[in-house]
């Protein structure tokens, strides 16, 4: 039995692969296509891009791993049917349940996996989603100002930028206004065209004027080159998981502390989801197999489709419950654990239909 078991495990393996690389790659092209307009009009590396796909692939692992389990599942135990390798396996004396065990083997490791997924590799994806995010700014700080736009917050500036190169990062007729500690007049600064250095605008033929306290100008002169510093301008930037869904179950609990029972809900309701979620990785992968095995006229197309609907419906009524809890009008341990609750009970219903046909 341990041979069928581990040839079971082997033949299960890459269409699970390749369910959840499929459904992975559903989640991902929204993300794909607002990158590339980040490589095309805003001139970010497709080095960075590949890093921030990277770190957006652990939040969606941990939903498509689910779905990927149950389609693979159902490929591979409809091949079995229509190869009759599943009758074998029963003249063999191997019953449901021994046909299941390897499958709930399998799909139990998968669960722990997601939840050291959500609990560890999520919280640091986004936290170094974030890093990254911050580095681009510093290193290509260009592609967050917009032209014919007066930026006003940044502390001894005000930026004004008439037009801007994406392709070389340069931008061209900038006026500046260097506030004055003490009031009165800022200096202008005109500078024909500009480059990056760091977190420096590095201004190129430039021109300033200071003014006395009745307008009249006071000083005029010109720079070959003139560094802004606009280091102030990323300061208020910090390194914080904000995002609910990117924290762990400790985070959500820790966060909760000292709140109101309304405010506690969308923290109860993630962390209820987090619980849920990898848990329906087994109900699925077991209801994977009663769906496919005995059905000799279903192919993958069948296989496909039964497995579309099935994970559409569950992550409809999940989200509708989440909503539902998130508004107060169901609490969030129904919202969330309903879906989950008739995705067991149909299982249940199905086992004993399928172990009584097997008898």
Known sequence: MKIIEKYILEDVKMPIIFGVSLFTFIFLIEIIVSLMENIIVKGISLLDVVRILSFYLPPILSQTIPMGVFLGVMLTFAKFTRTSEAT????????????????????????????????????????????????????????????????????????????????????????????????????????????????????????????????????????????????SYFQEIKIEVKDIEAMSTYTLLKKMQGKTPKEKIPYLVEINRKIAVPISTMVLAILGVLLSIGHHRSGKGASFGISLGVIFTYIVCLNVGMVMANKGIVSPYTGVWVPNLILILGTMCLYRIKSGGAR
Not at 115 to 135: A, N, V, Y
Not at 139 to 150: A, D
Request: aromatic share 12%; glycine share 6%.
């Open 88 to 231: 074998a396996m029963s003249s063999m004396g191997m019953d449901l349940k021994a046909i299941l065990k390897p499958i709930v083997k399998l799909a139990f490791c998968i669960t722990l996996f997601i939840f050291f997924l959500q609990e560890s590799i999520i919280p640091r994806s986004f936290k170094k989603l974030e890093e990254l995010t911050i580095k681009i700014a510093y290193e290509n700080p260009v592609f967050q100002l917009k032209e014919r736009i007066l930026i006003d917050e940044v502390d001894d500036y005000s930026l004004y930028v008439d037009k801007i190169d994406r392709k070389t990062n340069e931008a061209k007729n900038i006026l500046i206004f260097q506030k004055e500690k003490k009031g009165g007049f800022p200096t202008v600064l005109l500078g024909k065209d500009s480059h990056w250095k760091n977190v420096n605008m590095v201004l190129g033929n430039s021109t300033f004027y200071t003014f006395n306290p009745d307008g009249g100008v006071k000083v005029e002169g010109k720079f070959i080159e003139k560094k802004i510093p606009l280091s």
